[in-house]
């Protein structure tokens, strides 16, 4: 028996292979010939020479690495080193987990042109991994050196850019744990910027050396873990000249906190007796409040002029605070009712605000979130009526009566005529019968398919075209229950985006399982559905990219988890 050993081609371009260099258009053409060759070799490699089919694939892959676009368009270094720093600015301290992967530690290792770009980016490098104290165990000590050359090399690449990290302390500390990382990280206390803080009431004595060290101090996020009957100052961050952006939420009981209020920009806190101290100061510059737990004497008698957004979250007594709402340049209100705090009076006092309030008062408000009032369903349609400037809504769902108020007739009889997105929260409650599936699908046909305005004055009595349309269910078995109802949903007779149709509302979404989303679900379950979806994306011709719209349908969870 003959054997025959298959030649491998040789490389036109090895200079290419081993690095991330652009290839010019004669050394693309040599890549696709080598390609082509190669494939043809393969086809006729008999599957017996297991070798020599996995080497020439990597000859193909290697080869289709060289045409990879990101190669052929390759951007300046310095867009490059722009856009690490930018990444490493916006990750979320907030939502970061033990173990996850910082920004820096990801790019890194990609390749080695992103790692080098990578190493020439101190902004990157600035954004440290969680810190915290391990247990005083073998193990523990050993992560405990880790962490602490960790920082260490952090600190000497980030050079000398502003830190931002997350400090997470959340048992108390022992007496034979090593605190070197927290040591190392406080005397850096001149270059922190932004700080997550998530610790026991007691762990703040580690942080009293760096009072009056916080130059450059911006964003203070602090999540207190543990309840205490002694009163607990935390006076630390009361002299830092650039603290704008303050978070403080946990066991706050018993608690006080020092805070520059006259430069606070937003103030968000789970403490009505923090957010009181804070707002009877009057901070001039105030635009965000977000306040949960609030009564009636949160804000009377307190004027904010500078406050655009206000998101309040009522446990009781609400009335008398929106009687006097002191939001002369408002433009997103975000208020949750909790169960049985409500009267037939709050939207009413929310309609006479908006009724006395100076034109210019709430001729801005572009954003109205209203939950936990479904009972008001009446007052509410009228207080919508008085804010033909909102752009974005999220409330729970309508009346098919109300709805039709908001489909296109003509300009002045039409409801939120500026409306671009629009979320109906569906309660459990709710029969069967009385989802307004009709109503939704004319209004989502009318305002769904307006043309966007290119001309004209601009004014709110202008129609705007509906881009985003969102549906939340309570529970899973209700969406299942509405499934059949909503996958009719079609765009209406005419329309220039004819082509879409199976991507339009709820059609990409049936493709799906409602299960689809858990994360146990099986990855090859999940595969063919997805790729159909991909599949039909492929067939479609799509003349208008800005036509595109988008639809939800998924149950929600709860609400406001981050209290």
Not at 91 to 103: C, I, K
Not at 311 to 339: E, H, M, N, Y
Not at 350 to 373: D, E, K, M, V, Y
């Amino acid at each position: 028996m003959m054997m025959t050993k298959t030649q491998i081609p040789e490389s036109p371009i090895p200079h290419l292979l081993s690095t991330n260099d652009a290839p010019t258009k004669e050394e693309i053409v040599f890549a696709q010939e080598a390609i082509e060759k190669a494939q043809l070799l393969l086809e006729q490699v008999s599957t017996a020479d297991a070798n020599s089919r996995k080497r020439l694939a990597s000859f193909i892959r290697r080869h289709q690495a060289v045409l990879s676009p990101i190669r052929r368009r390759k951007l300046p270094q310095e867009i490059w080193l722009s856009i690490f720093s930018l990444v490493g600015s916006i990750y979320d301290l907030e939502r970061a987990t033990e173990g996850a992967l910082v920004p820096a530690a990801v790019l890194s290792r990609v390749c080695r042109s992103w790692r080098a770009c990578a190493l020439e980016s101190p902004q990157l490098w600035a954004t440290l991994p969680i810190i915290g104290p391990p247990s005083a165990s073998i193990w523990g000590l050993t992560r405990t050196m880790r962490q602490r050359f960790g920082i260490l090399e952090y600190l000497l690449r980030s050079e000398n850019a502003p830190l931002r990290f997350k400090l997470t302390i959340i048992l108390p500390i022992a007496d034979d744990v090593d605190t070197t990382p927290l040591g190392v990280i406080v005397q850096q206390a001149k270059r922190w910027r932004e700080v997550v803080i998530s610790t026991m009431n007691t762990s703040f004595l580690f942080l009293n050396s760096i009072k009056g060290r916080l130059p450059l101090l911006e964003r203070l996020s602090i999540d207190i873990q543990s309840k205490t009957r002694d009163p607990v100052n935390i006076d630390m961050f009361g002299d830092a000249p650039r603290l704008q952006h303050v978070c403080l939420k946990g066991s706050l009981d018993n608690v006080s906190v020092s805070l520059p209020t006259d430069q606070l920009v937003s103030f968000k806190t789970s403490s009505a007796t923090l957010c009181l101290q804070v707002l009877s100061a009057i901070p001039p510059l105030l635009e965000s409040l977000d306040v949960i737990w609030a009564d009636a004497q949160l804000m009377r008698s307190i004027t904010l002029p500078s406050l655009t957004s206000l998101k309040v979250q009522f446990q009781s007594g609400p009335t008398d605070f929106l009687a006097c709402l002191p939001v002369p340049r408002i433009r997103v209100i975000d208020i949750d009712f909790k169960k049985g705090c409500w009267d037939q009076q709050v939207i009413a006092a929310l309609g006479t605000q908006l009724i006395l309030s100076p034109p210019t008062a709430f001729s801005t408000l572009t954003t109205l979130r209203l939950h936990g009032c479904e009972q008001l369903l009446e007052g509410v349609v009228a207080l919508l009526s008085l804010t033909k400037a909102v752009e974005d809504l999220d409330i729970f769902i309508l009346s098919s009566k109300d709805i039709r108020k908001m489909v296109y007739i003509n300009e002045d009889a039409t409801l939120l005529p500026r409306l671009k997105s629009c979320t109906f929260v569906v309660s459990k409650n709710i029969r069967d019968q009385d989802f307004p599936v009709e109503a939704l699908n004319l209004f989502a046909s009318s305002r769904c398919d307006q043309p966007r305005t290119s001309e004209g004055t601009g004014s709110v009595q202008e129609v705007a075209r509906l881009e985003q349309l969102c549906i939340q269910f309570a529970t899973r078995k209700q969406a299942r229950r509405q499934w059949t109802a909503l996958e009719g949903w079609k765009e209406s007779e005419g329309s220039q985006s004819s082509t879409l149709w199976e991507l339009r509302w709820q059609s990409l979404h049936q493709e799906l399982p409602l299960d689809t989303a858990s994360i146990d679900a099986d990855k090859e379950y999940n595969a063919t559905p997805l790729k159909k979806i991909l599949d039909d994306l492929e067939q479609l011709t799509i003349t208008d990219g800005s036509d595109i719209l988008v639809s939800f349908l998924y149950p929600y969870e709860c609400d406001r988890a981050d209290y």
